[in-house]
């Protein structure tokens, strides 16, 4: 059973592997980090702020792209092309599939994280010459980024299950930014009163949380991540992750294939 | 369709079944499996693809599922695949339930122009699947070889699909769908965009798979594959069954003829004589005549010492009794003669 | 179809059992915030790089932050108070991104005043803000008002008369702010004065922050009223009997007072030796002058409550 789902990500990992858009996201990422070298000259004694900032939104958002834009067609794709159709007349499960595809789309978005971090800290080193202890932060954000990409991976995939591509993009796109927002709509639902106060506080739990794991700002600054918050992100995305696919699941199940 | 006319087609549906019980294990049991689909996204309207049919395919077989398109033909493979739910009725392939992985490990389908992983090569493709499908590791690769030789795309085992032409990718998914070796093959217009050739080694493929003892069932409306290849057919129409049975019994003429073919353009006068319409066409001429008038015309050319070409008997196709079923059945006369005679699925003849 | 059965119970547990178990880290990630940094509170705290991002949805942006600003101070207080040193960030991006959001100047005018720890303490700031605002807005009497009760807050009557008079003018502005105006001219110290302000504030604010403080400190000009008149009713004792009383039930026991008198908050008041009133609870009525225990140490941030 098990091995079925690892094939079935091993072969999502080498299609998003081969697919050219995944160079061109990649190839502007790194772009970015050289800019950042070039933006931090203009300014002085920030370089070393500004590389880490634009350099680690750059990663945050062109991961979010990539994610978004491989997971939506994760599922969508396989039904219009009929691939699913001779993988599901084959001894596979309909959950098996989706949990193949998600780590296949997850494992490809780390690899990709990887690279990209590696263009991070080539333009770290060049503009502080020296990388020290408090760069490990540097680790730490990018951690959280790759966090944000299993979240939103997972979204993608859920909407995938029953959606078309573009509605499935605009969706979870848009949870992206709300959930940028989510410490913000439980301040509302604090102040709020009544019905909206309840709706409000049912979106603000609902909704992903990814104002936690941006952490980019705090790091450019040097300042340490706290440990628990570390592994109460790490345990939140699990469990988070863990609930949309249980939903994309449910769906899938019991989806007549047209 | 009223609700005495489907318990009466039910309960004797049922009644066959039970006094026809074959010691043999059929590769393919399908009992009343319908499908509605609800479409409209505000008001559901029910929409139906298939009616309650009745189907049963013997082991190592080649069955025809024949319709013209939006007849059905894919939305029965589908439920046998478990691509789609059924709204009633059941099915079993080789005894077993839909969605048991050790009946789906034993099954093999090719859906109707299928693109496949274009990034990916033939070979990989094929390891892909053979993985999927539970196959052993260390026997992968020599399958794979195997069935790339069987089908012809050796040479273009480390091509990307996306290079492929439509009869190469054929010619793949039949590779994917008999990789495992299994016991029933389905194929959903196996024959579809492809050139005469590649008909012709499709053809092949199949008659190949009875030879090893598999069952193969594949939906078309290209009758004349059908009539080439299959042992029984099925036709469905509008989603409703409207005949079955071996396809010399349905194209079984009741009045038999012949057509006598000779060169020049000459008519003897004992043809003549019959009254048939003779054609000529260069220096041949062509005539059809009714069977027991092809003595006396053989008789009659050899006294004008003419020169014999053909003479073929004359049988209805396929095509016709097709369009025959097809083209007289108005729903209401189809309800009605289904009451009549049920489609029992095990070799009646309909008449109408 | 029995295995997709299990698939679908499995898969609900899971659904719903991970929604709760997600509600509840959600909950443990708010129960520890780190210490916010500017930045981290900002983002970007150039205002005017902000406007340029936010693609013209200024006015959902700034009312992000106001809903950030309020939450800023509200817990700060809640946690002892402080320096409030992003308060005055906070509020010169949300009204960057939106002049028009007049709460946000009233609540700066009261909170960037109040001194430390229970506001920002710094009245440049707060005069900065109120004066941009009545600058963006200004059409609108409330402004004037609130610059207004800067300027008298720091003991500026001239400033503060000005800011009445201006706002008198405007269209549908309150009677009041004429009767304002001249009192400030003439009587800008009194009591009288501060219970006018104090008491138009309460009423006029919809804001139930400000409205408390404006509780707090009609109650504090109560007491120092109270405490005044009882410091002379206890001098008028003295002259008669030779002493100074002991407690106000001897007051009371020999006729000279009818009761014992109460407090705002219904405490009564006491008497320490020489002849001082002192209150009960100092710790209940910030913002005293008066009526405090000898060698009284305020508390660092006293409750602001609600109760009339």
Request: some cysteine.
């Amino acid at each position: 059973m098990n091995a079925r789902i690892l094939h079935i990500a091993t072969n999502t990992f080498r299609e998003a592997v081969r697919d050219r858009v995944l160079y061109n996201l990649i190839a502007f990422a790194l772009l970015m980090s050289a800019a950042a070298v070039l933006v931090g000259q203009i300014s002085i004694h920030i370089e070393k702020l500004v590389v880490i900032n634009l350099g680690l939104t750059a990663v945050s958002l062109f991961g979010i792209v990539i994610a978004v834009f491989i997971g939506i067609g994760l599922v969508s794709k396989e039904i219009d092309k009929r691939t699913l159709y001779t993988v599901l007349s084959r001894p596979v499960r309909r959950w098996e599939f989706i949990a193949g595809k998600f780590l296949g789309l997850a494992g490809t978005l780390v690899v990709n994280t990887f690279f990209m971090a590696i263009g991070v800290f080539a333009a770290l080193a060049y503009v502080s010459h020296h990388l020290e202890s408090a760069d490990l932060g540097v680790l730490v954000a990018l951690y959280f980024i790759v966090l944000q990409f299993v979240m939103i991976t997972a979204l993608a995939l859920l909407f995938s299950s029953f959606s078309t591509p573009i509605f499935s993009a605009i969706f979870a796109f848009w949870l992206f930014v709300i959930g940028s927002f989510a410490q913000d709509l439980r301040n509302f639902a604090a102040m709020a009163h009544g019905i909206t106060r309840f709706l409000a506080t049912a979106a603000a739990y609902l909704v992903p949380n990814f104002s936690a794991l941006n952490v980019i700002s705090q790091v450019a600054h040097g300042e340490p991540v706290p440990h628990r918050l570390i592994l109460l992100n790490t345990t939140y995305v699990l469990v988070y992750s863990a609930a949309v696919l249980s939903g994309a699941v449910l769906i899938f199940e019991r989806r007549n294939l047209k | 369709m009223a609700c005495t006319d489907r318990a009466i087609y039910s309960f004797e549906s049922l009644l066959i079944i039970f006094l026809r019980c074959f010691p043999a294990m059929l590769a393919i049991n399908i009992l009343g499996l319908e499908k509605i689909y609800n479409v409209g996204f505000w008001r559901k309207r029910a929409k139906r693809a298939l009616w309650p049919l009745n189907l049963r395919v013997e082991e190592g077989e080649i069955f025809g599922f024949l319709g013209p398109n939006g007849a059905g033909k894919t939305t029965t493979l589908k439920l046998l695949m478990g691509l789609v739910f059924p709204s009633g009725g059941s099915a079993r392939i080789l005894g077993m339930e839909l969605d048991d992985p050790r009946m789906k490990a034993q099954i093999g389908f090719l859906p109707e122009q299928p693109y496949f992983y274009d990034h990916l090569t033939a070979r990989e493709l094929l390891r892909y699947y053979g993985q999927l499908s539970g196959l052993d590791a260390k026997q992968l690769s020599s399958k794979v070889d195997a069935v790339l030789e069987q089908v012809k795309l050796i040479d273009s085992a480390n091509v990307q699909l996306r290079k492929f032409s439509k009869g190469m990718l054929q010619r793949a998914g039949i590779a994917q769908a008999i990789l495992h070796d299994p016991k029933v093959v389905f194929l959903d217009e196996p024959m579809s965009g492809l050139d005469p050739m590649g008909r012709r080694e499709v053809r092949n493929l199949i008659e190949d798979l009875k030879t090893h003892g598999k069952t193969v069932f594949f939906s078309t409306h290209i009758l004349s594959d059908a009539e080439a290849l299959c042992d029984r057919v099925a036709i469905i129409h509008q989603g409703e069954l409207h005949g079955i049975g071996a396809v010399a019994e349905l194209t079984a003429s009741v009045h038999g003829k012949v057509e006598i073919v000779w060169q020049t353009a000459v008519v003897p006068a004992g043809i003549r004589s019959m009254g048939a319409e003779c054609h000529s066409a260069g220096d041949s001429t062509r005539v059809i005549l009714p069977e027991e008038n092809q003595d006396a015309a053989l008789e009659a050319l050899r006294r004008e010492h003419l020169r014999l070409i053909s003479v073929v008997p004359v049988r209805t196709s396929l095509e016709d009794y097709f369009v025959a079923q097809l083209g007289t059945s108005a729903k209401s006369e189809a309800v009605s003669s289904r009451t009549l005679h049920p489609a029992t699925g095990d070799g009646q003849v309909i008449k109408r | 179809m029995i295995r997709s059965r299990q698939v679908t119970a499995i898969a609900s547990t899971v659904l719903v059992c991970s929604m709760a178990m997600a509600a509840l880290l959600l909950r443990k990630v708010d129960e520890a915030p780190p210490a916010a940094s500017l930045q981290q509170m900002l983002y970007i705290s150039s205002p005017k790089l902000l406007k340029r991002l936010c693609l013209g949805y200024e006015g959902l942006l700034a009312d992000i932050y106001w809903t950030r600003t309020v939450q800023y101070f509200g817990s700060k207080h809640r946690q002892g108070g402080g320096t409030y040193k992003l308060l005055w960030p906070l509020l010169n991006i949300t009204t960057q991104l939106d002049p028009h959001l007049i709460p946000a100047y009233e609540f700066g005018g009261t909170f960037l005043i109040a001194k430390q720890p229970q506001g920002a303490g710094d009245p440049g700031k707060a005069i900065e803000l109120v004066q941009y605002g009545t600058q963006m807005n200004p059409n609108d009497w409330h402004l004037f008002y609130d610059l207004a009760f800067i300027y008298y807050d720091q003991k500026d009557y001239r400033h503060a008369a000005d800011a009445f008079l201006r706002g008198s003018q405007l269209p549908n502005a309150h009677p009041f702010l004429k009767i304002m105006a001249a009192q400030m001219a003439q009587h800008g110290g009194d009591l009288k004065t501060a219970r006018m302000m104090w008491s138009a504030t309460y009423q006029t604010t919809h804001d139930k922050m400000i409205q408390a403080n404006a509780a707090a400190h009609l109650r504090a000009i109560q007491v120092d009223e109270d405490v005044a008149a009882l410091e002379q009713l206890v001098q008028t004792y003295r002259h008669r009997t030779g002493h100074f009383p002991q407690t106000f039930s001897e007051m009371v026991s020999s006729n000279f007072i009818h009761g014992i008198p109460l407090d705002p908050l219904g405490h009564p008041y006491r008497l320490e030796a020489g002849g001082r009133v002192i209150v009960s609870d100092p710790d209940d009525l910030p913002f005293l002058n008066q009526g405090l225990p000898s060698g009284y140490v305020s508390k660092a941030v006293p409750k602001l409550s609600t109760a009339n």
